[in-house]
């Protein structure tokens, strides 16, 4: 998955059952804390990324993560919209998801700060707007 | 951090420098705008050409020229008001012998026949001021030529109008300005063992641009810093910004001429740590008396003030310790959030917000002109040739 020769996810892995579990330290800029991820995988399916340390809920005091797919017990990611088919799984891993960790992180600091958060993006349900982009993105109504 | 100060490890260069970048943006904020500098400065050559066109052969001499703040680009915006601080002498060339309460009225009785000048005219102790809504004011000092004085200094009024006082403004922008010229001696030359660094494979942070003068960002990070911290004590007991001035220029002299620095932000530190290294004081008659002269004129002490109440002395310690402290506590802070409130507490919210927003948008804008990318060791960078780029993506999320 080219994780192991990119040294901006530079970790360790383990690969059992056709499923990879890779861990790496990272931060989204010099001044940032340093995080540690957790991208699980198995063949066919999508990355699944976890942020293990430190407890973002912790961080946040109280308020709901933006941008996660779930906040408890570990809170997993939501780096990119499912249908625009920004990730595919021809894609590399390291050139895709791990940047967009990156980024997350960069604005879950500010967001912890500012209460905003300005890495755009869509909470899908939540919100009509949300819907009516699905809609313009997908006019045949596909998926 | 002197010769024999251990190399930084890279993370740490990188996180100083980053600092470096968002202080320097910090004082952007702060500061007048090129736009509005260039408005002060017709603005000031107009009120200029005004006074030297009045009939009254003295101020026919008058000429004027900047001094402070806005002479030496260390403007700083004052807290809760809109407008800047921009000083002005109007140094009238025969006006030798004259009292200075006669010069100060003909030049405000001069002001008064504008129409103009007039509705913006305030008359404050030792100058006239010219109020320009929300943008600065300027306050014009009456000189004359000192003739007692080799180095070219003048006269100006003191409080009471009185006297005649030494000051030598001109000579102490001529100063300042060859010592914010050092250039300090830095180990890291560009791309010593650290872009060419295989080892430790990280890269200088890319987005930093360091700082315009080092110099010029201390002393409005310093003045800030103070008008900040006085505030909710006492703002009558503040140093005076000729103090901060004089003390760090020495300051980073002093540092530059004996240390070599692997950062700029080693080295803003250590001006701001020597900056009481050059006061003067003496116990006489069992009073302690503080001096710090204008080195460009003869007579003139910056510190007089500290003589006559000697909590303004002990303020400026204070000031100097809790100033010292700030800037560690930034230096300290992890993550963007504790960075963004530790600039807060040392410098207030609007130029803090401006600085962390001016870091978020280069960021997002690069973001969106697909220039960013992620390097090893840096994180998130722009336009930087071995980062993995950061393709298009749309955050997501549960409901």
Known sequence: ?143 | MGFDAPLSPPHLIAQKAQLVAVLERLCEALELTPTQFELAKQRHEAVGEWLAASPDPRLRTLSIYLQGSTALGTTVKPLGRNEHDVDLVGHIADGGGVPPAILKKLIGDRLRQNGHYRSLLEEMPRCWRLNYASEFHQDITPSVPNPLCSNGGELVPDKTLREWMPSNPKGYRRLFEQRAALQPRMRLAKGIGFRGDAATDIEPYPAAGGFKSTLRRAVQIGKRHRDVYFDTIDPGLAPISVILTTLLARSYEYCVTHFVYDNELDLLYDIVRHMPDSIESQVIQGRRLWFIWNETTNGENFAEKWNNDPRRAEAFFGWHQRALRDLEVLAAAEGLDQLSKGLRGAFGQAPANKAMDALINEMSDARRNGRLGVSPGVGLSIGSPRATGVRSNTFFGAP
């Open chain 1, 1 to 143: 998955m080219n994780l192991r020769s990119n040294p901006i996810c530079a970790g360790t892995g383990l690969l059992r059952a056709g499923r990879l579990v890779w861990r790496y330290t990272t931060s989204p800029m010099p001044l940032s804390r340093a995080y540690q991820l957790r991208i699980e995988y198995r063949q066919d399916g999508v990355p699944h990324v976890f942020v293990d340390d430190p407890d973002l809920t912790r961080l946040a005091e109280g308020r709901r993560l933006p941008h996660v797919y779930q906040q408890r017990p570990t809170p997993r990611l939501c780096l990119y919209l499912p249908r625009a088919r920004e990730w595919s799984s021809w894609m590399r891993i390291d050139q895709t998801i791990v940047p967009w960790a990156a980024l997350w992180l960069f604005y879950f600091e500010e967001w912890l700060d500012s209460d905003a958060w300005k890495g755009g993006g869509e909470h899908p349900l939540s919100k009509p707007a949300a819907c009516t982009l699905c809609l313009r993105r997908w006019p045949l109504g596909g998926n």
